[in-house]
């Protein structure tokens, strides 16, 4: 067994059974016995204990540090497409968001919260402004699909992710890692695990990531999309007594760079100044080909975060108890062009402005005897949040609404800034109104508490033979508050109030120009308009597993999960109730020894009720302008989860994952002009995802060995609606197609001396170059006809160097 593997057979069970030293023994002989057999055993915490993954009746995939090389991932982001079933859109990581069996969560607010959970050494990463961190120090990553709501709890209806980080061990290794490739790629990672005396064990790690980005903006040659961030971890790890061991983390993420581009679908030429409303399909540029153009002002996304975690683990022989107690809090800036052009007429951005504390401590107590296998324990969860939804345009900006929408036609007018500033030139006055920023906010603040109480049992009814109860009782308390006044035009203001003294502009006309608001047209009470609720959520799990051969296990489950109820935070007063999703299942597990195989697969179905969605809606409520609001609906889907591996000598491993879905709306009627009855019609989740891996290994004795590793991604194209075509989200436009099909491969090429001192390796991702149109954006089409694309990143290669000692 090499050091590398004894290394991580021991991070593994140091950091799963959480009682300290000694855990290492058992965890180096358990993967020495499977390494024996061809197929090597994982342990997963996936029911909140120690268990080896095959025993474990529940759909998932473990990513582990192979894969993770593999494709080259620095975040969830970049194993999109490699976890079927599982999708992360990164485009902006301060605001990612997760789906999982076709359920996610898509208000950026913080008056909700997602459907899929992310959790980091056991602890909810509430928000997901700070759950799209930097890979540090990652031991594997558990992907858990379908409802989790009694071992995971509140927010984790459609599943949950649970990254599990290498914890402080015993005995002395570093590893430094460089990694350089197109684009001004960096990426530097380093770490140092030492044990201090007999008793203590010090870890440190630290990864810094910067690249130019491979857009340029066509107007300023300015690098777009780039990356820029570094991470740092320390734990250090108490072993205070033989039953008792303490574990104190701090972990800190800095981002700071260019917020995603917007690449406009509308030609835009040197010297032009509007663009022609509305936007016609039938011209969009293919934004793989388009040249971009972003102005935006203040371009920035950045994230400051901080997090300390406290582990106590104690064993009273019988029963082991963990107490987990953390602190968070980070700050986020996400300023983002919302036109994808560069002309001031059509200017406009928006900026997620976020300010997040949160406190969570739990307890836990788990044990087993002959007949049953048990956990349970408490939490409570506090956070305190503060949001400004910003939005920047200019009065040149106002003129175009205005005209676009035909606000001005009563008045005679064609604009209301640049006709006025006309008519003072007649007059000899030199002011001009246009070029005066306009600036609408709205505030949030959000004060939530969960408690939570949970146990989960189960009983081995006879050596084949085990049934499992679980049970999660959670209480949500929310209280929020809207703030939203008046625009904001300072510059404006003063001269209009100048002019106004001078005697050029009557009371009345003065008034007219300060004009209405055209984002947040609802203005609040002074201090704001706030709500108080609070929902309560009972979530059981039932499953029966039986033992056909003592390599084959047959499931049967019924789990309900939950995700509380909120507020959204750009439509005052609004409120929704709790979200909860039924889930029936079945599947096996299996090992095939003799023959190198793993197969799992299991078959689902569950119905979701009252699922919340932020949608941009037309004509609400008598406005003019789209707003963002909430869309409710009821989902059904039925699908087939498969995970196999297969080594038929030692040196090859072939891996395959594949995901069937049929998903659609059991109720859904859309919000706005125009209302459609969708029920019936598929949610726009493609029906197949799947993903293919290979690996070839060569010992070439004292020179070391090399690997050659593949993996490839494959996703369907997405089952439009009536509303998705009638958006242009989900259609064949003029010269691409919104959703389609894609492919990804990627290859990797490794060499690793004899005794894993060094390595050297080259890699490339999407092998083909194949990139597609991930999204059309609309948020100002229907006013400014400007709406924007993004696409999937092309072919890019890099080579990196590691040493370890």
């Known amino acids: 067994m090499s050091n590398s593997k004894k290394r991580l057979a021991y991070a593994v069970a140091t950091v799963l059974t959480g009682t300290g030293f000694a855990a290492a023994t058992p965890g180096v002989a358990l993967a020495q016995n499977t390494a024996d057999s061809g197929i090597e055993e994982v342990l997963v915490t996936a029911q909140r204990r120690t268990q080896s993954l095959q025993d474990v009746p529940i759909a998932m995939q473990v990513v582990d540090s192979a894969l993770i090389d593999d494709v080259a991932a620095e975040n969830l982001g970049d194993l999109n497409g490699f976890v079927p079933g599982l999708v992360v859109s990164d485009g902006s990581p301060t605001q990612p968001k997760y789906q999982i069996r076709g359920i996610q969560t898509s208000d950026f607010g913080v008056g909700t919260d997602p459907a899929v959970g992310v959790y980091v050494d056991g602890i909810y990463a509430a928000r997901s402004g700070a759950s799209l961190l930097a890979f540090n120090d990652i031991d594997h990553i558990e992907v858990l699909k379908g409802p989790q709501g009694t ?25 430094l890692r460089v990694r350089v490739g197109e684009h001004g790629k960096q990426y530097y990672e380093g770490m140092l695990n030492t044990p201090i005396g007999d008793s203590l064990a010090l870890r440190m790690n630290g990864v810094y990531n910067k690249s130019d980005g491979w857009l340029k903006d066509a107007a300023t040659g300015q690098d777009l999309n780039p990356e820029e961030n570094w ?32 690449i406009g679908l509308i030609p835009v030429t040197a010297g032009q100044t509007g663009v022609p409303y509305p936007a016609n399909p039938a011209t969009y540029l293919d934004p793989r080909k388009a040249p971009i153009y972003n102005d935006v002002v203040g371009n920035e996304e950045s994230r400051q975060l901080d997090q300390v975690n406290l582990f106590v683990d104690h064993s009273f022989g019988s029963a082991d108890f963990r107490s987990s107690t953390s602190w968070r809090q980070f700050d986020t800036v996400n300023r983002e062009d919302e036109d994808g052009t560069n002309m001031i007429a059509t200017y406009f951005d928006t900026a997620n402005i976020e300010d997040n504390e949160s406190f969570y401590q739990e307890f836990k107590f788990s044990g087993k005897t002959s007949a049953i296998d048990w956990v349970g324990g408490v939490s409570y969860y506090k956070e305190k949040a503060k949001q400004t939804s910003d939005t920047h345009t200019y009065t040149d900006g106002i003129d175009t609404l205005g ?23 007649q007059f000899g006055v030199p002011v001009t109104l246009l070029g005066m920023p306009w600036r609408e906010a ?24 085990n049934l499992t109860f679980g049970l999660r009782y959670t209480h949500d308390k929310k209280k929020f508050t809207w703030i939203n006044g008046p625009h904001e035009t300072p510059e404006l203001d003063q001269i209009v109030a100048g002019l106004q003294q001078a005697g050029v502009l009557d009371p009345e006309t003065a008034a007219g120009l300060r004009f209405a608001d055209i984002v947040f047209a609802v203005d609040t009470p002074p201090g704001g308009l706030t709500k108080t609720d609070s929902w309560d959520d009972v979530s059981p799990r039932l499953v029966l597993d039986y033992k056909v051969t003592p390599n084959v296990m047959v499931f049967g489950s019924l789990a309900k999960g939950y995700k509380a109820g909120g507020y959204n935070s750009t439509e005052v007063g609004s409120e ?67 995970d196999a591996q297969w080594r038929p000598v030692d040196q090859l491993r072939l891996f395959a994952n594949l995901a069937f879905i049929d998903a659609t709306f059991k109720d859904k009627t859309t919000r706005g002009e125009d209302p459609l009855d969708l029920s019936g019609e598929p949610t726009g989740e493609p029906y197949l995802s799947a993903s293919l891996g290979a690996s070839y290994g060569w010992a070439l004795g004292a020179s070391g060995d090399v690997e050659l590793s593949g993996r490839y991604a494959y996703r369907g194209k997405s089952r439009c609606n009536q509303d998705s075509e009638r958006q242009g989200t989900c259609a064949l436009q003029s010269v691409f197609q ?41 948020i100002t089409a229907d006013t400014f006809g400007t709406p924007f694309a993004s696409i999937s990143e092309p072919r890019q290669w890099g080579v990196e160097a590691t040493v370890s000692f």
Do not use: C
């Open 151 to 175: 071992l995971f709890g509140r927010n984790s209806a459609a599943g949950a992710i649970s990254i599990v980080t290498t914890q402080p061990q015993d005995e002395f290794h570093s590893r």
């Open 231 to 262: 991470a740092g971890r320390v734990a250090l790890r108490w072993k205070i007594s033989d039953a008792t061991s303490a574990t104190l983390s701090w972990d800190h993420d800095d981002l700071d760079q260019l917020a995603r581009p917007a």
């Open 403 to 425: 005209a676009n929408l035909g606000i001005f036609e009563p008045l005679g007018i064609p604009s209301l800034y640049g006709y006025t500033s006309s008519v003072l030139e």
């Open 442 to 465: 709205m505030y949030n603040r959000g004060d939530f508490e969960a408690y939570a109480a949970f146990g989960d049992v189960i009983w081995h009814m006879n050596d084949k033979t």
């Open 576 to 642: 929704f109730e709790n979200e909860d999703v039924w889930n029936f299942e079945t599947g096996i597990k299996s090992v095939f020894p003799d023959v190198g195989v793993t197969l799992n697969a299991s078959a689902y179905y569950y119905i979701y009720n009252n699922k919340q969605a932020i949608a941009l809606a037309a004509d609400v409520e008598g406005s003019d302008i789209p707003q963002y609001v909430i869309d409710t609906s009821d989902e059904k889907a039925w699908g087939v989860d498969v």
């Open 738 to 778: 919104v959703n389609e099909a894609t492919n990804r491969v990627d290859l990797r090429l490794a060499w690793t001396s004899a005794n894993d001192t060094f390595g050297l390796a080259a890699f490339v991702t999407n092998v083909l170059d194949d990139q597609y149109v991930t999204g059309i954006n609309r």
